[in-house]
């Protein structure tokens, strides 16, 4: 078995931290925002033992885990990059039943281009930050779009979501006039 390495990057939200594995964990992403919906994965179960994380997220090589604010990243860094460590050469499970993730867009035209614009442009970008963008409809010109792991409740993510995401759409799907998140 290959030596599992990990290690750690900051993202854009001061609450969430980065943590890469040099292996493909899952494909796609799947959050777990809450101690309730981890249940259903033994890797975010394990995670929310400890009393400082607030959320789980898992994309390709990466875990985002999101902090309590009393927490210190200088405190808890270190115990969590052993903890993924270990998790990940013991082949604990991110999810119980594995979902075959075959990427399918549904909707008219217009909605699969919104679609197909997000996932190839920019899903990998908010991937590099630790997050995930799902798309949620399209009504009225408006793109509604979820955002989870770092990108929800980060400072920055409306700045990216208008200047970012709006200008790229409105540029390649004309009926775009804007983009909207919904709260998760």
Known sequence: MATINVYT???????????????????????YPDREKAQESPFAREL???????????????VTITKTEDADWSDI???????VKGAVESELKIQEIAKDEEITFDGTDVEIKIQQVLHD????????????????????????????????GCPS??????????????????????VVAEAM
């Open 121 to 152: 442009y920019v899903r990998p970008a908010v991937e590099q930050d630790g997050g995930a963008i799902a798309y949620k409809s399209f009504e009225n010109g408006t793109v509604t779009v979820e955002l989870r792991g770092s990108c929800s």
């Open 77 to 83: 860094e270190a115990l969590l990059k052993e903890f």
């Open 48 to 62: 929310f033992k400890f009393n400082f994380v607030n959320g789980v997220f898992f994309a390709s090589n990466f």
């Open 9 to 31: 990057e900051s993202t854009p939200n001061p609450s969430t931290m980065k943590f890469l594995v040099n292996k493909l964990l899952i494909n796609g992403s799947v959050d």
């Open 157 to 178: 993510s409306t700045i990216t979501l208008k200047a970012g995401i709006e200008g790229l759409l409105k540029r390649m799907v004309p009926e775009v006039e804007e």
